[in-house]
């Protein structure tokens, strides 16, 4: 059975470079948003080592996914009993680098690593590998959670995968900017009603160097309406998932049940 879940979406300027006080930042906001009720902190896409921070600082800095961050996370995370969903820039065994998101719980565990699948223009090309499509999810309270890192919710196709695995919920950490507010205003209320699940995207907020950021962050329903929206400041934003308005979206509406039904073309 699904309980409510509440998220806290982290709205903030980045620190690029700034992985110390990044941490401390982490910390407070943890504190904050389990104070507040909530169990799970999100933050923006790369929250960790900053964004646009060029691909020598990357390659630089980025870390394994059971490295040192994840330690301090996980500790942060356990001090607060608050689930954390950060990213950073994650090192393979290969020595490739990759735009990653972790989902760490609040007993301090590893639940779920994603790397992002679609890069978005040089920015990204620069600094990263693509990661594989990925559907993998996991539970907690019930709900099925998956992973998906800015640029790819605006592909249809990565969304769906989730809803075909089940997903309930797809947690979306993002560095966006003024000029793709259709993004938060009108696609992603959709994509959460074209695959009946609820979609929470947490964005920054200032500047990087010449790379400004849009806010906007949302919690976006199975029904397509916004649960709860920032504007362009910083905040702490928090919005609760609701069994009830899944199950009435999922009844009222059949995409993601007739997507698995259609048969696969024949040549």
Known sequence: M???????????APAPLDVV???QRLEHAAQHAAAAGAQVLVCPEMFVS????GAAAVQQLAQPADGAWAQAVAAIAQRHGIAVVYGYPERD??????????WINAQGQRCLNYRKTYLFGDLDRQQFAAGMPSAVTFRLQGWTIGLLICYDVEFPEATRRLAL???DLIVVPTANMPAYDFVAQTLV?????????????ANYVGAEGD???GGLSLLAAPDGQAVAQADRSATLLLATLDDARLTAARAANRHVRDAA???PRTP
């Open 50 to 53: 900053g964004y646009a921070i």
């Open 21 to 23: 006080g990044n941490l």
């Open 189 to 201: 209320p959709v994509r959460a009603y074209e695959n009946q699940l609820y979609v929470a995207y």
């Open 211 to 213: 790379v400004h950021y």
């Open 93 to 102: 065994a290969s020595g490739t680098v990759f735009n990653a998101a972790q």
């Open 2 to 12: 699904r309980t409510p879940l509440t998220l806290a979406l982290l709205q903030c």
């Open 261 to 263: 039904t259609v048969p």
């Open 165 to 167: 695995a089940g997903a």
